[in-house]
């Protein structure tokens, strides 16, 4: 866990053996990382057998969505909101 902290990547967390609960998934997109790192890692959680997400999970999933929008409101560079917006869509879907 101590070095995906410091790499800031999910290749790490992948091969981490660790339960996957919801405490440990709101520990995660508590995280400072992009927005892209915590859909993947969502979508990662909710494929694995012994993880079911609960209302606190999806409340901080939604909390990282809210941030991820106010943050390209404030942004003074148009195209690259949209081009992240886009990557947000595919992300989801």
Sequence with gaps: MESFKRRRNLKDLLDYAHRVDNRFVCSVLDMDVDIIAKITFFKWAGRCGNFQPNRSTYMAFL????????NLDDSSDVTESVYIAQELIVQCT
């Design 63 to 70: 909390h990282c969505l809210v941030e991820e929008a106010r």
